[in-house]
Structure formats: structure tokens, C-alpha cells
């Protein structure tokens, strides 16, 4: 039995049967230009402009706007801030002397992928910013941990590296456990093959690191997508991860491995092909599984700023009004570009609420019908596309029977698009008390998203 306020339909875990529906994935929407692009002294170089959000964006506490914690290649973390997380502004913030002033926006750490989340469980006011990045202490290389008191005044904690490197990460918290997760890169044969693969290290304390072990690895899929298109074989760069909808999510970097790059220049890397951001999906954060739909979440294109490589994604969404946002690194070229074509700049992604995946049915018809359920409210709601066509509910109780008066004749049919639809039935509005029940969604020409219960 589950106690429950709502679901999305990224896995079957909460469906009893479904008919005549297919799961989709979606795709963002993107802005027509990038959010941050390398425009300071201290981000630009000789035909250079890359800026990076192997990093954070968050909600402000104190000022209630949006702020980011991104970097500047090699190892330079900055910080900017931005009211309506579109527009971002460079805070002098004097912490750091740059070719001899302070009026910067760069904070006093050195870090690749700079990941930060806010813990505001630790007794000790000066460790409520963690970070985790790749750096080098005292010779030795490796991903390494840091704590600041406001996200500004970063010290790098003892006993560092925490971890063997890579270069890439992504810092998360579960926050039924409050165990800290590491997702990094590391590069290991795999299927015969030298790979980047995703490995993950949990931790109570920042300090001591589980052993890692592998997260989330390509398969033979994945590969033969990559040779159909010409290229060699698959790779996963790196990937976030975060609580969402009861669950977890991840988004990783499927990097579709072509071989050497068929030109030299300054700024390169020895492999080339392009990469892309697909979704994946966990009930606990530990096991992860492939979505059914592995359509691109982040596709490269239709602009100009990332039809080549989505190198790096921001470690968790932020929910705005009725969308999802992330943000997320935007490469010009394919990974082997050189500059000065190859262009790093910062973008934002959007999704509807709780729009990674639907449902969908086409004019014949779909059935998903949930497991039993304890609603944790009185009323029932769905996210969902029915403009074309319709969706209506019926419920049942534990053993599949239809409870009277919630059929599905009695229910008034939704035919809008909205992420927030209350459903109604013809003598009753509120879901019955105090009873496990069912939920039987129909849909025509219609697709589902998301229930909820409140």
C-alpha cells in the first residue's frame, strides 16, 4: 500500500496495468541566446570566451532572486547573481585580488566543476554551503570538499582529496537520510573498451566517502546509436541527480564518441563527437535506470550556441511559477572544436511542471490504472494535454471494483491543457475518505503527466 500525494510517470513502480499509452520523454525549450556569456576581463582570453556551469543555481534565501556558482577554465569559480534568472549580474564581491583589483566576482577557491548544495541541518553556521570539485592539494590530485558560511568564503576542508579524479561532478542530499552523493567521472575499461563512466560515493559527513562504485554506464544501445551515426561508441561525461516527485532523476551527458578530431587547434581535446543530455531515473539515488524513451532531454540545437556539445548541467532544477528550469554548459562546436570556434556559454533549459515524460494516447484510446493508494488529500488533480481530445478518472478500491458515484460516466471530462486540473464528478468533488482506492486515468487524444492529491 502506498501513502501518497502525487506521481509523474517516469517508471512503472505506481502503475497496476496501462493500455494503448506510449511514454515519452520531452524535450526543453530554449532561449534564443545564452544567459552568461565569457564578457569580463577576468572570463575572456585571447580567443577565448568559455564559462562553465559544471556548478549550481539556486534560490537566494535572503533576496529571493536566483544565484550561480560557475567557472572559468582553469579551476576559477564565480559567483553571479540575477532577479528573474534570465538577466545576471557579476557582484563585486572584493574577495579575490585579480591583476591587482578586488572588484571581481571570483571567490577565494580554485575548483573545477564547483557543485554546492546548502545544508541547513549542520549545527556549525560555517558549514551550511558544501562544495565538491576536482582540484589539487598539496601535489595530489583529486575531487575535493569545502565549506563557507554564505556561499561567498569558501575554505577548503582537511584530509583532501576526498576522492580519486576525473575532473567532473555533481554534489547532491537526500533528504531522508541527509547523506551526501558524489556523482563523478572516471574513466575505466568498460565493455571492452576505455570509457567515461559515472560513479557515485555517498557520504554522512563530506569528510569519509563510500568506496565508489558505478552509477550509470552506456550499453550496447547506446553504442549502436553512436555507429549508426557514424561514430565509434558511447560515453556518459557526467551526470546530475535530484529528489523529484517522490523519487530521483538524473540528467547525463551522453557523449556519442567519433574518434580523433579531423582538424588541430589551440584549446582541444583529443576526442571529438558531439554530446547530448538524455534522462534517467532512480527510486533511491543509488540504482539508476534508463528512461524507456531515450530521446535527448537537452538535444543539441536549433541555436548556433550549443548545436555542437551540452558538456555540463547544473546539479538540480528550480521550480518558477508553473515551469522547471536548468541550466547548463553550451558548446559552439563537438568536443574536439579549438579555438577560437569553440564558444562556451551558459544556457537555460525549460520544461513544463513535472514535463519530462508523459503518457500518451491516440484517438483509440489509453488506459493507466495505479496501484492501490492512500491520498493524502481530499482532492485529485492531474497535470495534463487533453486540448485535443479528453481525460477522465475513475476510482476503485483495492481489488479493482468502481466505487459508486466515481465511474467514469460520472466524471466531467477535462478537454484544456493546464498543469493543474482539478477532476469532478458528477455528485462529488472530494475523493472518498479515509480508504485505499485506484486511480483509472482514460485518455483520447490526450497525454498525462503528472496526479496530484492535496
Not at 36 to 65: C, F
Not at 223 to 236: H, L, N, P, T, Y
Amino acid at each position: 500500500m502506498n501513502g501518497a500525494e502525487g506521481g509523474i510517470f517516469v517508471d512503472d513502480l505506481m502503475i497496476s496495468r496501462r493500455e494503448g499509452v506510449v511514454r515519452k520523454v520531452h524535450s526543453c525549450r530554449k532561449l534564443a541566446q545564452p544567459v552568461l556569456a565569457a564578457e569580463a576581463d577576468w572570463e575572456v582570453g585571447a580567443d577565448d570566451h568559455r564559462l562553465y556551469v559544471y556548478g549550481t543555481v539556486l534560490r537566494d534565501p535572503e533576496r529571493g532572486g536566483f544565484c550561480m556558482w560557475y567557472m572559468r577554465f582553469p579551476n576559477r569559480v564565480l559567483y553571479a547573481t540575477s532577479d528573474d534568472g534570465i538577466h545576471w549580474e557579476r557582484p563585486n564581491l572584493g574577495l579575490v585580488d585579480f591583476q591587482g583589483t578586488k572588484e571581481n566576482n571570483i571567490l577565494p577557491i580554485r575548483l573545477h566543476s564547483p557543485s554546492v548544495v546548502v545544508d541547513p541541518d549542520d549545527p556549525d553556521a560555517e558549514r551550511r554551503y558544501k562544495m565538491l570539485g576536482y582540484g589539487e592539494v598539496d601535489g595530489t590530485r583529486g575531487y575535493c570538499v569545502a565549506h563557507s558560511p554564505d556561499g561567498l568564503r569558501w575554505e577548503l576542508d582537511d584530509g583532501n582529496p576526498v576522492l580519486e579524479g576525473g575532473d567532473t561532478c555533481t554534489l547532491s542530499r537526500d533528504p531522508q537520510t541527509g547523506e551526501f552523493l558524489a556523482f563523478h567521472k572516471l574513466t575505466r575499461e568498460y565493455r571492452g573498451r576505455r570509457r567515461r563512466l559515472v560513479y557515485l560515493a555517498t557520504s554522512g559527513d563530506m569528510l569519509n566517502w563510500s568506496e565508489p562504485r558505478l552509477a550509470m554506464a552506456p550499453d550496447e544501445i547506446d553504442d549502436e546509436q553512436v555507429r549508426a551515426e557514424g561514430g565509434i561508441a558511447s560515453e556518459f561525461y557526467n551526470m546530475s541527480s535530484f529528489p523529484y516527485g517522490g523519487q530521483w532523476l538524473g540528467l547525463v551527458t551522453h557523449f556519442r564518441y567519433a574518434g580523433k578530431p579531423e582538424e588541430s587547434g589551440p584549446g582541444q581535446s583529443g576526442d571529438d563527437g558531439p554530446i547530448d543530455v538524455q534522462l534517467v531515473h532512480s527510486r533511491d539515488g543509488r540504482t539508476w535506470s534508463r528512461c524507456e524513451d531515450r530521446s535527448p532531454v537537452i538535444p543539441n540545437g536549433p541555436h548556433g550556441y550549443d548545436a555542437g556539445c551540452i558538456l555540463g548541467v547544473a546539479n538540480s532544477p528550480i521550480v518558477v511559477d508553473d515551469e522547471m528550469w536548468i541550466y547548463y554548459s553550451a558548446i559552439t562546436t563537438t568536443h574536439g572544436g579549438y579555438l577560437p570556434k569553440k564558444e562556451i556559454s551558459i544556457a537555460r533549459a525549460a520544461w513544463r511542471l513535472d514535463g519530462w515524460v508523459s503518457l500518451d494516447a491516440g484517438p483509440e484510446g489509453g488506459m493507466v490504472e495505479t496501484v492501490a493508494l492512500n491520498p493524502a488529500g481530499t482532492g485529485l488533480s492531474v497535470n495534463a494535454d487533453a486540448a485535443r481530445g479528453k481525460l477522465r478518472v475513475e476510482l476503485l478500491d483495492e481489488e479493482g471494483v468502481v466505487l459508486p458515484g466515481y465511474g467514469v460516466e460520472a466524471c466531467e471530462p477535462l478537454r484544456e491543457d493546464g498543469v493543474r486540473q482539478a477532476l469532478r464528478w458528477k455528485e462529488r468533488e472530494e475523493l472518498p475518505p479515509a480508504r485505499p482506492i485506484r486511480l483509472r486515468f482514460l485518455l483520447e487524444n490526450a497525454r498525462l503527466f503528472s496526479w496530484d492529491c492535496e
